[in-house]
């Protein structure tokens, strides 16, 4: 995250960064829940 304003275009400029905390594998086991847990 340090380097985060370097690699990320300013906000004028459409730049956001999203930090996504997950635990994978902890919930429902279906496959639907184990798939967008790998896909986040």
């Given amino acids: 995250l340090k ?3 370097q690699a990320v275009a ?3 400029d459409g ?3 999203v930090i996504i905390d997950m635990v994978v594998g902890y919930g ?3 496959i639907k ?3 967008a847990q790998v896909f986040f």
Avoid: L, Y
């Fill in 10 to 12: 300013p906000r004028e």
């Fill in 28 to 30: 429902p086991q279906d």
């Fill in 3 to 5: 380097n985060c304003k």
């Fill in 33 to 35: 829940h184990k798939e």
């Fill in 15 to 17: 730049g956001k960064i």
